[in-house]
């Protein structure tokens, strides 16, 4: 990538992060200034790049939109993380990065596993289950516990690894591999030696289902494309089982941590959730929208072109700014407020256009069943520490908190819920 010289770089405004304090669930206040004043600003990267900063809803939703002009090639956290993407070369079977024909070839066969709505309401009855079994361990350990370790983390967890068919006691691998890869002072080196071992243990697992086919993603996925006139090698499986169990891992665990505590100091709409459990599928959708993607998503200009009349050249870095995108008035006029019961609009929390997030049915069944479940079998849940102590992630590309010390009077048991 292009690095920023020292004058340029001085020249150059930072890119605005997420702030815990000013922030804990919104875009830095800057953005309300550069939708009003100026929506394609240049700033300078954590990374040392400069790029294009797109920050209205109607901008955003367009270069997301037009891969041909806006590449994914550079990675969509380049900017942020200094061991992703950039300018190496695109990997066997590293398909978020690649656009076009290439990129569906993945995407097509990953989809059906974790989006497709059939697929989905397979799913609903295992997810459920792997909730209320993971409140159950709560409800036998003493409060405070930390409910982004203790729950998201095993909840989401166990989701995945149940997909591929990975015992527990080989998950470890995948949560060191997505801690690497997710924190922003991760080096090229980091990261690799992050994965080797899992890439190691992913390769026996993609031998073994070629020569047994299972029920598990891989068999399926293997199956299904040798049914075609280009299998996957083994080394496109393994990339995709590796994106699939890293992007599912912390990714989702922290929306569902992040938008407990939200809600929890939100408590109107804790309660009206609390009422009404079917309010859960309006809820997750409200606060995928409401927390968005903190460090935006980085594309790479393929061709000369403007966004909004900005001239941009081939070559430049564009980094579209969700949080602010899904704020803008031109999405909802109340969009600072939450409001689980609002009628789901064109959000871009899950990004939009070919690259949208392949997994999101998968993780929106989560967050609903965390949602519709929690408020019930944990009436009296709490922060166990004042809010101004929890302590939030940064200098990363997966927002949220870093842990959530929670308190209750009592679990209640599943069947009791009616759940």
């Excluded at 300018?87 to 398909?95: A, L, R, V």
């Excluded at 293997?222 to 169990?245: C, G, K, N, W, Y």
């Excluded at 081939?314 to 006029?333: F, K, P, W």
């Amino acid at each position: 990538m292009t690095a920023v010289s020292e004058d340029q770089a001085g020249a150059l405004p930072a890119l605005p992060l997420p702030g815990e304090r000013n922030c804990p669930f919104g875009p830095p206040p800057e953005y309300e200034d550069l939708r009003a004043g100026s929506p394609v600003t240049r700033v300078a990267c954590p990374t040392g790049v400069d790029a294009w900063l797109v920050s209205r809803y109607t901008d955003v939703r367009h270069v997301l939109g037009d891969p041909q002009l806006f590449s994914n090639r550079p990675g969509v956290a380049a900017h942020i993380l200094l061991g992703y993407g950039g300018d190496t070369p695109i990997g066997e079977g590293e398909f978020p990065r690649m656009d076009g024909a290439e990129h569906l070839r993945f995407r097509r066969h990953m989809a059906p596993e974790v989006s497709n709505i059939k697929r989905i309401n397979q799913l609903r009855p295992l997810v459920q289950k792997i909730v209320d079994q993971r409140l159950d361990v709560l409800a036998a350990a003493p409060p405070p516990v930390d409910l982004y370790a203790d729950f998201a983390r095993p909840v989401t967890t166990a989701v995945i690894a149940e997909l591929l068919d990975v015992p527990e006691a080989d998950r470890g691998l995948f949560q060191r591999a997505a801690e690497a890869l997710s924190a922003g002072e991760s080096s090229g080196s980091d990261v690799a030696a992050a994965l080797q071992p899992l890439f190691e243990y992913l390769y026996m697992m993609v031998v073994t289902r070629r020569a047994e086919p299972g029920e598990d993603v891989i068999s399926r996925m293997i199956v299904r494309s040798d049914q075609t006139d280009r299998p996957f090698t083994d080394t496109e499986l393994i990339s995709m089982a590796a994106a699939l169990l890293i992007a599912g891992y912390d990714t989702t665990a922290s929306l569902i941590s992040h938008s407990i505590v939200a809600l929890l100091e939100h408590p109107q709409e804790l309660q009206r959730l609390r009422a009404d459990p079917s309010l859960a599928v309006t809820a997750a959708e409200e606060l995928v929208r409401y927390l968005g993607v903190g460090s935006g998503l980085l594309r790479e200009v393929t061709q000369d072109t403007e966004i909004a009349g900005q001239p941009v050249k081939a070559g430049d870095y564009v980094v579209v700014a969700i949080q602010s995108a899904n704020r803008d008035t031109a999405l909802y006029a109340d969009g600072d407020r939450l409001d689980i019961g609002r009628t789901s609009g064109p959000h871009l929390g899950f990004g939009h256009g070919p690259h949208q997030c392949v997994g999101q049915q998968l993780a929106r069944l989560e967050l609903t069943a965390v949602l519709g479940t929690v408020p019930r079998r944990v009436p009296s849940l709490r922060l166990a520490v004042p809010f101004d102590e929890i302590r939030f992630k940064v200098g990363g590309t997966v927002l949220g908190p870093a842990a959530v010390p929670a308190a209750w009077d009592e679990i209640v048991p599943a069947l009791e819920t009616g759940v």
